[in-house]
């Protein structure tokens, strides 16, 4: 790695919030040489998320999709600095960010501020429960690593309690009973990934129970997977219902408790109907909402009072009525939905905007030092320094043409179990929908050739080879 480069107080000084896809790939573009960079995240990692669902069951082991965060950092030119800690307040008038570590350990210092000439916020976004009762206490979430690690255990748990000698055949169904709610991605993908750990393991291992095991998916809408095209979305539904997986759309949660799920069914005659759904495992899948941080910031910036899912941008990811603040990924609105693709794109962008502010700054310094030589110097070869300010003025012209950000849709990806998957692919100037295992290959090679790493690229394709050959390891750590 280069050298540890101190703070330059001649530079200046942008802050990074969040280690996630947009702060990455903004961390990654950006020459890092032009600025102090201070990169402050409760998660000293960036988390790979499309292949998180693969964690759950171990399928993939937790450390392949992470990269540690200070790798990258020391891996970059210039004065970069991490600081594990969560933003808890931005003073947009002050230009300064309240940190504080909420880690187990703590030092003597846990809060304090840091000051910023630029501020990206890359905090992504909470998951979303609508305030609906139970849902807190009694579910498990799919965004981060702890969350695939708990429902992991969570699975065997379920398993080898209902396998445990003299339990009644009411508790082994509802144990065995695993409950998804939301069919986005997130829900499907997970489903599959599910049924598939108890096709290819569980039922060699604890064939006793086999025959119990059961995943419902509930959905509100009509229909799962509503960013596909409808011949994508039939293709999953028939693919679930081959896995003996139970679509129930048109199904609003109201109500979760310890042991159930309650639910209306909106019928086709226009009534409603109050179900429930005993469970084992309660997965919760529905989408996104603001982190405070957010709420706050929105609060604080009056040219944000109309904006709902986060913060608005403009076409240069400038946060609306903010000074020299941008904003990445799930935490911005920018027009565009939630994904990696968009947050990665917008995290290059910025890096771009970042590097020709830079060179814009370098360029017209330079213009300023050659013109007073030109004027105040005895002796200055008059022609070639005019000849020289004329090309720095049109490199200028050049680096300051920035095109306002443009997402460019590669496509829409996710796998739905038994080796098989659905793609919306953009193809030329139109759109290609596949489904199926020729469609799987094509996922799994589109994702491992977008992780970030070679080392993490290994890992996974470790973690695939092993698992086909010596199966998932189910034991409950
Ligand atoms: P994140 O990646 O969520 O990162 C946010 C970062 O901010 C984290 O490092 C977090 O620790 C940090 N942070 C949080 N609070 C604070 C704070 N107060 N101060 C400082 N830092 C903070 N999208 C796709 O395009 N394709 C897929 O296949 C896909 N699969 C997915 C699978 C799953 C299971 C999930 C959950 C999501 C998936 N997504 C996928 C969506 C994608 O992961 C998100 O859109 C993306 O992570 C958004 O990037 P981000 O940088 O905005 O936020
Ligand atoms: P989502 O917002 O895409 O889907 C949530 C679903 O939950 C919705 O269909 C909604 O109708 C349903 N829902 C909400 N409340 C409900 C209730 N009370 N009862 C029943 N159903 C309810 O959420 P997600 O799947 O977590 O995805 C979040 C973002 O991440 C999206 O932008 C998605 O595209 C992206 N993502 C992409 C991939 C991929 O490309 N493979 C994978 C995961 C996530």
Same mark, same amino acid.
């Given at each position: 790695?280069?050298?540890?480069?101190?703070?330059?107080?001649?530079?200046?000084?942008?802050?990074?919030?969040?280690?996630?896809?947009?702060?990455?790939?903004?961390?990654?573009?950006?020459?890092?040489?032009?600025?102090?960079?201070?990169?402050?995240?409760?998660?000293?990692?960036?988390?790979?998320?499309?292949?998180?669902?693969?964690?759950?069951?171990?399928?993939?082991?937790?450390?392949?999709?992470?990269?540690?965060?200070?790798?990258?950092?020391?891996?970059?030119?210039?004065?970069?600095?991490?600081?594990?800690?969560?933003?808890?307040?931005?003073?947009?008038?002050?230009?300064?960010?309240?940190?504080?570590?909420?880690?187990?350990?703590?030092?003597?210092?846990?809060?304090?501020?840091?000051?910023?000439?630029?501020?990206?916020?890359?905090?992504?976004?909470?998951?979303?429960?609508?305030?609906?009762?139970?849902?807190?206490?009694?579910?498990?979430?799919?965004?981060?690593?702890?969350?695939?690690?708990?429902?992991?255990?969570?699975?065997?748990?379920?398993?080898?309690?209902?396998?445990?000698?003299?339990?009644?055949?009411?508790?082994?169904?509802?144990?065995?009973?695993?409950?998804?709610?939301?069919?986005?991605?997130?829900?499907?993908?997970?489903?599959?990934?599910?049924?598939?750990?108890?096709?290819?393991?569980?039922?060699?291992?604890?064939?006793?129970?086999?025959?119990?095991?059961?995943?419902?998916?509930?959905?509100?809408?009509?229909?799962?997977?509503?960013?596909?095209?409808?011949?994508?979305?039939?293709?999953?539904?028939?693919?679930?219902?081959?896995?003996?997986?139970?679509?129930?759309?048109?199904?609003?949660?109201?109500?979760?408790?310890?042991?159930?799920?309650?639910?209306?069914?909106?019928?086709?005659?226009?009534?409603?109907?109050?179900?429930?759904?005993?469970?084992?495992?309660?997965?919760?899948?529905?989408?996104?909402?603001?982190?405070?941080?957010?709420?706050?910031?929105?609060?604080?910036?009056?040219?944000?009072?109309?904006?709902?899912?986060?913060?608005?941008?403009?076409?240069?990811?400038?946060?609306?009525?903010?000074?020299?603040?941008?904003?990445?990924?799930?935490?911005?609105?920018?027009?565009?939905?939630?994904?990696?693709?968009?947050?990665?794109?917008?995290?290059?962008?910025?890096?771009?905007?970042?590097?020709?502010?830079?060179?814009?700054?370098?360029?017209?310094? *330079?213009?300023?030092? @050659?013109?007073? +030589?030109?004027?105040? #110097?005895?002796? $200055?070869?008059?022609?070639?320094? %005019?000849? =020289?300010?004329?090309?720095?003025?049109?490199?200028?012209?050049?680096?300051?043409?920035?095109?306002?950000?443009?997402?460019?849709?590669?496509?829409?990806?996710?796998?739905?179990?038994?080796?098989?998957?659905?793609?919306?692919?953009?193809?030329?100037?139109?759109?290609?929908?596949?489904?199926?295992?020729?469609?799987?290959?094509?996922?799994?090679?589109?994702?491992?050739?977008?992780?970030?790493?070679? *080392?993490?690229?290994? @890992?996974?394709? +470790?973690?695939?080879? #092993?698992?086909? $050959?010596?199966?998932?390891?189910? %034991?409950? =750590?």
């Amino acid at each position: 790695p280069p050298p540890q480069v101190p703070q330059d107080p001649s530079k200046k000084t942008i802050v990074i919030l969040g280690t996630g896809w947009g702060s990455v790939s903004l961390l990654k573009k950006l020459d890092t040489e032009n600025y102090n960079v201070i990169v402050i995240s409760p998660r000293n990692y960036f988390l790979f998320t499309p292949l998180l669902p693969s964690c759950t069951t171990g399928q993939i082991e937790h450390r392949s999709i992470m990269e540690p965060i200070r790798t990258i950092c020391r891996s970059k030119k210039g004065a970069v600095t991490f600081y594990e800690a969560e933003a808890s307040s931005v003073d947009v008038e002050k230009k300064v960010v309240k940190i504080h570590d909420n880690s187990d350990i703590r030092g003597a210092t846990i809060e304090t501020e840091v000051a910023y000439d630029m501020l990206v916020v890359g905090v992504g976004a909470e998951n979303a429960t609508f305030g609906i009762p139970g849902v807190r206490e009694n579910s498990c979430f799919l965004k981060e690593i702890g969350d695939a690690q708990q429902i992991r255990k969570k699975i065997m748990d379920c398993v080898e309690t209902a396998a445990f000698k003299d339990q009644p055949a009411s508790e082994i169904d509802r144990l065995l009973h695993m409950v998804v709610v939301g069919g986005g991605p997130t829900g499907v993908e997970f489903a599959g990934e599910l049924r598939d750990f108890f096709e290819d393991d569980i039922r060699k291992l604890v064939p006793e129970i086999a025959d119990r095991f059961r995943v419902t998916l509930i959905e509100a809408l009509p229909n799962v997977l509503p960013m596909f095209s409808k011949q994508l979305i039939e293709y999953t539904e028939s693919t679930f219902k081959e896995e003996e997986i139970a679509i129930h759309t048109k199904t609003m949660v109201k109500k979760v408790t310890d042991k159930a799920v309650e639910a209306e069914v909106s019928k086709a005659d226009g009534t409603k109907e109050r179900v429930i759904f005993p469970y084992g495992l309660l997965v919760w899948a529905t989408g996104n909402t603001l982190r405070p941080l957010v709420r706050d910031m929105m609060a604080s910036i009056p040219a944000q009072k109309d904006s709902r899912r986060g913060l608005a941008v403009n076409e240069y990811l400038v946060v609306q009525g903010a000074r020299d603040i941008w904003a990445v990924g799930d935490c911005a609105v920018a027009g565009y939905a939630p994904t990696a693709q968009v947050a990665s794109q917008e995290g290059n962008f910025l890096a771009r905007l970042f590097n020709n502010m830079a060179r814009t700054q370098e360029l017209e310094d *330079r213009i300023q030092s @050659l013109s007073s +030589n030109l004027n105040l #110097k005895p002796g $200055v070869d008059v022609p070639a320094v %005019s000849k =020289e300010i004329e090309d720095a003025e049109r490199q200028l012209r050049r680096v300051k043409d920035i095109k306002p950000f443009h997402y460019t849709h590669q496509g829409s990806l996710a796998y739905i179990g038994s080796e098989k998957a659905v793609a919306d692919v953009a193809w030329f100037n139109g759109n290609f929908a596949s489904g199926g295992t020729m469609t799987y290959f094509f996922w799994r090679s589109a994702y491992l050739s977008m992780v970030f790493s070679t *080392r993490n690229r290994l @890992l996974v394709i +470790n973690d695939w080879v #092993k698992s086909k $050959v010596f199966g998932r390891d189910i %034991s409950r =750590e």
